[in-house]
């Protein structure tokens, strides 16, 4: 099985920064694409932020400029670096990844259990 484990949400004031961490683990060949959602009540799951193995990124317009993701492929860990947080930000942040278990077979989607962000005004 493979294990995806977020943290570093918290509350933080409106402008203050906080950095996620999320670790894969178990039977891993390799990592495709991982990635950082979010969900408030009531509303659809978002992506936030994506990075490829190879290091190209995609973001959330409301996000571009403000979060940074990034990836350690050595430790099998994606990052979200928050910057000039918004109470607008406040959710449940996820990070998902595209693992291949084995060679032989296809990459699945794995979650995290989710880590909540509360920005404050």
């Known amino acids: 099985q493979v294990q995806l484990v977020e943290s570093g949400g918290g509350l933080v004031q409106a402008g203050g920064s906080l950095r996620l961490s999320c670790a894969a683990s178990?039977?891993?060949?390799?990592?495709?694409?991982m990635g950082w959602y979010r969900q408030v009540p009531g509303k659809q799951r978002e992506l936030v932020a994506a990075?490829?193995?190879?290091?190209?990124?995609n973001y959330a317009d409301s996000v571009k400029g403000r979060f940074t993701i990034s990836r350690d492929n050595t430790k099998n860990t994606v990052y979200l670096q928050m910057n000039s947080l918004k109470p607008e930000d406040t959710a449940v942040y996820s990070c998902?990844?595209?693992?291949?278990?084995?060679?032989?077979?296809?990459?699945?989607?794995?979650w995290g259990q989710g880590t909540q962000v509360t920005v404050s005004s």
């Open positions: 998902n990844a595209e693992v291949r278990r084995f060679y032989y077979r296809p990459a699945q989607n794995y």
């Open positions: 990075i490829t193995s190879a290091g190209s990124t």
């Open positions: 178990g039977t891993i060949f390799s990592i495709n694409a």
